[in-house]
């Protein structure tokens, strides 16, 4: 008789759907999705901006995948809390993580817990309807906001900071996040990062975005931009018509159309570069931040060596926004499994933990939280082939009788734990999406877990 592998998988995200993907596609292994939230997708739905909806588009795959025979997803399951890495262990033949970075790399700098001060991870949380982000309410009362980092994230919090409202609302943005910046006194931002333009770490899509965002105009400190130029024809190509772009938008001189846009325009929007936080500056009151100690670097070596390196000079910029986008981190999930505190991931070789039979990895935990949706799937197919080759070879034993979902839903019941299943999902997105035409959206996101459980059950 041929025995079924029993795979389940931690967390509902890209990584986590990618990996099910392969796993139900080349195999005829069974998979078990355990997701937190009631609501599953990840970051595909807390972390892609609002006026990306193309970017969304992966949703379809990933409920083809929910929907297959083989695959199950249970929501609002707390691995760690309502059920140990160990239980879901005994109950399948193998366990990958895939539950992302929820945590938040730190400037370290004094002034980093005054009002006004925030991660963009939680700001785009907040404006994307992440439950535990619901609250935020951030300050938007100041002319200045400092993002400090420069890669994709910051390009997407600073075009939500500047956007006009009209384009805002006919997206899923959440109302508490469109009612708050249709009353925000933001009119300028600026894009900190310590390196310098050629190191910059946003994509030409994102770039050319803010290049472009009506209403605005670029403000750039032409002294930054000295040489670059002269570097462009030894540059990649990706990376050089970025530059060119980058060099258009800070010093060539706009034509007459463009330069008639820019002085229309009440907003502003730049980079700053060779720059690092020293300090957030307080108010007088001492509550909240009122603007920014910045070190000047210069950078030293030259290619992928290049580094920054503080030249003594300071920098005091005054901003009432200050939010932090120099990464996201991974968390431990359970003290059973290996990891790797320094470089927050779980240790692995090729998507097998180590030291761990039977454990598996993919996406941001595997590898760090780098790169866009295309990467987690390429990295969570890597996992999945890896886990097939063991069952094939015969290092992954799926010789004995595994209980699955019926013993980790015993577990469940008898700590009063309800999981929501996918069908009880399509339920909560039927009732977002209505409430979404009501006002012209594509969605009006509930924010609140108990709703969600409340209308999954209905």
């Known amino acids: 008789m041929h025995l079924t592998a029993k795979v389940c998988i931690v967390g509902g995200g890209p990584a986590g759907f990618y990996t099910a993907q392969h796993l139900v596609k080349v195999s005829d292994v069974s998979v078990d ?31 083809q995948t929910a929907q297959h025979a083989r695959c199950s997803f249970h929501g609002n399951v707390r691995v760690g809390k309502d059920v140990t890495v160990e239980e879901l262990q005994e109950a399948y033949h193998a366990v990958v993580l895939s539950y992302g970075a929820e945590g938040n790399r730190t400037m370290g700098v004094p002034g980093e817990d005054l009002a006004g001060v925030y991660s963009a991870k939680d700001f785009v949380g907040w404006y994307n309807g992440l439950p535990r982000n619901s609250e935020l309410r951030p300050d938007l009362s100041c002319e200045t906001a400092v993002i400090l980092g420069q890669g994709n994230v910051a390009l997407d919090v600073a075009r939500i900071l500047l956007s006009p409202v009209d384009i805002l609302k006919k997206t899923d943005i959440t109302q508490h996040a469109l009612d708050a910046l249709a009353e925000s006194s933001v009119r300028r931002v600026l894009i900190v990062g310590r390196r310098g333009p050629l190191q910059v770490a946003c994509t030409i899509k994102e770039l050319r975005e803010m290049v472009n965002l009506p209403g605005t105009r670029p403000e750039m400190e032409a002294s930054e931009f000295e040489g670059i130029a002269e570097t462009l024809k030894s540059l990649a190509r990706p990376r050089k018509r970025l530059t060119e772009l980058l060099l258009k938008a800070a010093i060539e001189t706009p034509g007459e159309e463009e330069l008639e846009r820019r002085n229309r325009a009440e907003r502003a929007w730049g980079f700053r570069f060779l720059r690092k936080p020293l300090e957030v500056l307080p108010s007088t009151d001492l509550i909240r931040a009122a603007g920014i100690r910045l070190a000047v670097n210069r950078l030293e070596g030259d290619g992928e060596g290049v580094r920054a390196v503080a030249t003594g000079e300071v920098e005091d910029v005054e901003c009432g926004l200050v939010i932090s986008s120099i990464g996201y981190k991974s968390l431990l999930i359970d003290p059973a499994v290996p990891f790797d505190a320094r470089k927050a991931i779980i240790p692995n070789t090729m998507g097998r933990v180590q030291q761990t039979a039977g454990l598996y990895c993919s996406g941001w935990v595997k590898r760090g939280p780098t790169g866009v949706i295309a990467t987690t799937m390429n990295d969570s197919f890597d996992t999945a082939r890896t886990l097939l080759q063991d069952i094939g070879k015969g290092t992954l034993d799926v010789s004995t009788v595994k209980p699955g979902s019926q013993g980790v839903s015993a577990l469940l019941e008898k700590r009063g734990v309800k999981p929501v299943s996918f069908s009880d999902w399509e339920k909560i997105d039927s009732e977002e999406t209505r409430r979404g035409e009501i006002k012209g959206k594509p969605r009006e996101k509930m924010l609140d877990v108990g709703e969600m459980l409340q209308v999954a059950r209905a």
Request: hydrophobic share 40%; glycine share 6%.
């Open 33 to 63: 999705i355990y997701e937190r939230l009631p609501v599953p997708f990840g970051l595909v739905r807390f972390g892609v901006a609002p006026d990306h909806p193309e970017v969304k588009n992966v949703i379809n795959t990933f409920t």
